[in-house]
């Protein structure tokens, strides 16, 4: 970094327009708490808990609130957005998109501010609703300091589906803290399988459900809310499941439940990198997935943990009563997930590449 930025601390700037907590947001929220303490932090979003979710990671960081923008014709927000920034005057903007099309009026504003180093973090690659989206999107990428996905595979899915150079969006894996977490009391007998996520068709807790039906020694715990809670709850009812599947809604922090169970299920139909899968990995659980996204840049088949192809209820089935039919690997494939997962996969891994990346485009 040169002699002028070494000069005073890097004032930050990390944006998300999300209006609920999700897997983004958490992964946001380990980044910040894990940052250099040197490094001036500054939480700007549409949504007053959001932001404040976010900031408590960071002891003393700073919060910014700025109304959300409905459309391109809202104008009123989209100014506020620039006064905002503009009064801020950060070295770096860090742009947290749950999907692609996510952030851009924060973009676009970050973009108008003289001195601003735009850096924009892609967790999941999701189609356009239009051209004028993906025009828009290949726009506003071609001017960006730095552009990163969470995953090789979706970065490169990515640059195909918006139109950019192939390499021109770098990877940078999310990451957990690497702490000791209490387990909760374990209140089933037998395998207990554990599953996080929102209840969408996304993540294909449909399929894991039925792919319990064939295993009767087997439980699950699953863990989240969404729009497809009634109908999953229906399928657990016509499939006899009974109390073998556990439906507990959301919980701020999943991974006392995951050091309780035996595996971790990730059935998602489409994916990036969800962070629940580095939270098992340094929990000693073995995971089973679906061959999706940047997945099996964490889950190493056979190694720490057995991946599928999506929508296969069959193969899940299988893959699951393998790994509960056997203590032995499903121990061994978790010591290996820790070691992978501690080496690569953690928050200040995270940080000091995202710290390396600042100073990089700052210098």
């Avoid at 932001?51 to 919060?63: E, K």
């Avoid at 108008?112 to 924009?120: C, F, S």
């Avoid at 073998?244 to 006392?256: E, K, L």
């Amino acid at each position: 970094m040169s002699a002028f930025r070494r000069s005073r601390p890097l004032r930050l700037a990390v944006y998300s327009d999300a209006t609920e907590i999700g897997g983004a947001e958490h992964s946001l929220a380990n980044l910040v708490g894990a940052l250099r303490p040197d490094i001036e932090v500054t939480v700007v979003g549409v949504d007053e808990a959001i932001v404040s979710r976010i900031a408590d990671a960071r002891p003393g960081c700073r919060t910014l609130v700025v109304p959300p923008v409905r459309n391109k014709f809202d104008l009123r927000p989209i100014l506020a957005h620039v006064r905002a920034l503009r009064r801020l005057k950060p070295d770096v903007f860090h742009a947290n998109l749950r999907q692609p099309w996510s952030c851009q009026y924060g973009i676009a504003a970050a973009l108008l501010t003289p001195g601003t180093r735009v850096v924009a973090v892609e967790q999941l690659p999701v189609a356009p609703s239009g051209g004028f989206q993906r025009r828009l999107k290949r726009a506003t990428s071609r001017r960006l300091a730095a552009h990163v996905a969470v995953g090789t595979r979706s970065a490169r899915a990515l640059e195909s589906m918006i139109g950019l150079e192939q390499g021109s969006i770098r990877t940078i894996y999310n990451g957990i803290a690497d702490v000791e977490i209490p387990s909760i009391p374990r209140s089933v007998p037998g395998t207990l399988v554990v599953a996080v996520g929102r209840l969408s068709r996304q993540k294909g807790f449909d399929v894991l459900l039925r792919a319990l039906a064939g295993l009767p020694g087997v439980s699950l715990l699953l863990i989240g809310d969404g729009p497809r809670r009634s109908e999953l709850e229906q399928l657990r009812d016509e499939l006899e499941l009974g109390e073998r599947v556990q439906m507990i809604g959301w919980v701020d922090d999943a991974r006392p439940y995951l050091g309780a169970a035996d595996l971790l299920a990730v059935p998602s139909r489409w994916e990036a990198f969800p962070l629940v899968i580095p939270e098992a990995m340094l929990a000693g659980l073995p995971v089973v997935a679906a061959k999706v996204g940047s997945i099996d840049e964490a889950v190493r088949d056979g190694e720490t943990g057995l991946l599928v192809e999506a929508d296969d209820a069959e193969a899940l089935a299988s893959a699951l009563e393998r790994l509960a039919g056997d203590p032995e690997l499903r121990a061994a494939m978790g010591r290996r997930g820790r070691e992978i997962a501690r080496e690569h996969l953690t928050a200040a891994r995270m940080a000091a590449a995202f710290e390396s990346l600042y100073e990089e485009i700052l210098d």
